[in-house]
């Protein structure tokens, strides 16, 4: 009785190895399938997230050109340090307020 036991454990455990085996060569062969699909599939040339990818290239070179010429104004333009500081510090604080009234709108 207990050889006849043993040998049917040994042919459930034959057939459990040949179901992993089985199994493995389906997961193996969907993941190089996966891998092919994915170097072949086209993306999108940019995938700009976070504050500065909502912007265009165009539009945040123009935010940049009229910070740059907002803080030689005033360089120029204003003689007391502590003035110049402060209007600096208020530009750069109300810049991201003014950059989201000025190109954020929903027309």
């Known amino acids: 009785m207990s050889k006849e036991r043993a040998r049917r454990r040994a042919a459930r455990q034959a057939e459990l190895d040949r179901e992993r085996a089985a199994r493995a060569r389906r997961s193996a062969r969907r993941r190089r399938l996966h891998a092919v699909l994915r170097r072949l599939t086209p993306r999108l040339p940019d995938r700009r997230t976070g504050r500065l990818g909502r912007r265009s290239r ?22 007391d340090l502590a003035l110049r500081l402060a209007l ?14 000025a190109l954020d709108r929903r027309i």
């Not at 600096?88 to 009234?101: E, F, I, M, Q, T």
């Open 58 to 79: 165009a539009q945040r070179a123009a935010i940049a050109a009229a910070v740059l010429v907002v803080l030689a104004l005033i360089w120029l333009l204003v003689d």
């Open 88 to 101: 600096v510090l208020v530009l750069l604080l109300g810049l991201p307020a003014l950059v989201v009234l």
